[in-house]
């Protein structure tokens, strides 16, 4: 391989206080809460909309919001939830909290508060780089089809779920230790599935605590049909509600890939999609209740579980997570089980929580970075409590605390890792946070 030196001269399109990158669960909640503060607020999504991994991903249902039945998650991430369901877009489980959603009006209602705050979006646009000056994070620079461009910033959050811009900016990540990521998997929509069966009816709502909503008779039959069908790995399989009859997403493909790496990742692409029709397939000749369906949606992107996290000023590990340790300054929670999915086998380790545990908001900063902040998936956490703060609800409460953070940074002006701690707290708490 040999290399080019580039050089090009970049106009600078917008100034900001805060410029979030990634438009996921995180991202939209992180730049929403940040407006809302009073902070000028840019959003740089790569996609045409938002929602990352729930809605380019079809990753059903949004997990938790609720333990023992009492809503743990406030704010502006379940005002988000509520609002979704008034326009029949959710529905929320009973006991957990688990949110089943329609991905279209997903988009829609993302899109009207982040307007609606005063967000400005940069869509279809690329984080491809970020200029570092004196140890300070002033410009990211995005690619669209108005050519390179930069952004700049007071305060930048991370929220690619890849940790993008840390990585760019050059901040530690955490160590892999000789383990393999979690494997990718492509979710799909199978339309035509008589959802009114038993086993499909009980399989697509996620609502019990302490047990996996995987369905546990169609996994068995398939397990045993591996010499007689020709069957790629498969986990799960995991049946959601898209709050249609007849409509199901499933999650059943996986594949070993670093999602960082961009041949892997299209490697594993293009294997993933043949599998959703191989899979697809082996359910219909098999099963009644897949007897007619057909594949009505394969997700815009592989699904992923783990790649980068930064090394932050704290790093959360499983021991603390599993003794739901509290700091004192805990931002956000994470109530879904530690898990591990195996990339080589269709295994999984398990293990749910007795309580809700926390996230300290010195997991969301990394030393000597005084206008970063990470959320949800890039945050700082072990395997371990990374494998249960992954989910979309526990991004959402880091994005809004990122948000919130970023703008009482910029009210202040001082580096993140002087904000204040009291004042950020009683800012959640007046956005509705139940800290
Ligand atoms: C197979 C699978 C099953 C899962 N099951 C569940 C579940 O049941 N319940 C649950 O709640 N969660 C589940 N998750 C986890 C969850 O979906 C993600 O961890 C969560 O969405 C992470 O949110 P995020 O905002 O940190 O990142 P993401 O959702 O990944 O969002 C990141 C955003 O940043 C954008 N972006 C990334 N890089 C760039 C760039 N360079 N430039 C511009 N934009 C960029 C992306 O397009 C995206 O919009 C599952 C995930 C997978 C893969």
């Known amino acids: 391989m040999h290399i080019l030196t580039i050089q090009k001269s970049v106009p600078v399109v917008g100034v900001y206080d805060v410029v979030v990158c990634g438009g996921g669960p995180a991202g939209f909640i992180a730049a ?35 333990f023992d039945d009492a809503v743990v998650i406030g704010g502006i991430p379940w005002e988000f939830i509520q609002r979704l369901e008034a326009m029949g877009g959710a529905f929320v489980e009973p006991t957990i909290g ?18 609606e705050a005063g967000v400005h979006l940069y869509m279809n646009s690329y984080l491809s780089g970020c200029v570092r000056q004196d140890g300070v994070i002033r410009q990211a620079i995005i690619e669209n089809k108005n050519g390179t461009e930069a952004v700049e910033g007071r305060y930048f959050i991370d929220a690619t779920g890849d940790a993008d811009l840390a990585h760019l900016a050059g901040v530690p990540m955490q160590p892999m230790n000789g383990e393999s990521l979690q494997p990718l998997s492509t979710y799909f929509i199978l339309q035509g599935v008589d959802t009114d069966s038993p086993i499909i009816r009980e399989a697509m709502h996620h609502s019990k605590q302490g047990e996996n909503c995987h369905c546990l008779p169609i996994r068995e039959r398939l397990l045993g049909m591996t010499k007689t069908e020709d069957l790629p790995n498969f986990g799960g399989p995991w049946f959601c509600t898209l709050l249609r009859d ?36 082996v359910l219909r000749r098999n099963f009644e209740e897949f007897r007619n369906c057909r594949v009505a949606g394969v997700s815009v992107q592989a699904g992923i ?4 996290r930064i090394r932050g000023v704290h790093t959360i590990t499983g021991q603390e997570y599993l003794s739901a340790v509290h700091y004192p300054d805990s931002i956000a929670h994470g109530m879904h ?9 269709g295994q999984q380790y398990t293990h749910f929580l007795d309580r809700p545990s926390y996230v300290p908001y010195r997991a969301l900063i990394a030393p000597d970075y005084p206008n970063l902040l990470a959320a949800g998936r ?58």
């Open 378 to 435: 890039c945050l700082s956490a072990d395997r371990q409590a990374f494998a249960s703060l992954r989910v979309q609800g526990s991004c959402m409460e880091m994005g809004q605390a990122a948000g919130a953070a970023a703008a009482l940074c910029a009210q202040e002006d001082v580096p993140v890792q002087q904000a204040d701690i009291f004042r950020l707290l009683a800012r959640l708490r007046a956005l509705g946070a139940l800290l």
């Open 98 to 115: 688990n949110v089943a959603f329609d991905p279209e009006l997903y988009k829609l209602c993302a899109q009207r508060m982040a307007l």
């Open 305 to 308: 579980r783990e790649t980068r």
């Open 32 to 66: 929403v809460t940040a407006a809302r503060e009073g902070a000028q607020t840019a959003l740089i999504e790569r996609f045409g909309f938002l929602g990352g991994m729930a809605t380019a991903g079809y990753v059903t249902p949004i997990s938790e919001f609720k």
């Open 337 to 345: 089980p530690i898990d591990i999915h195996s990339s080589q086998q």
């Open 246 to 281: 007849g409509a199901v997403t499933v999650n059943m493909t996986r594949a070993a890939a670093d999602a960082c790496d961009n041949r892997d990742y299209t490697r594993a692409e293009c294997e993933l999609r043949e599998d959703v029709f191989r899979l697809t397939d």
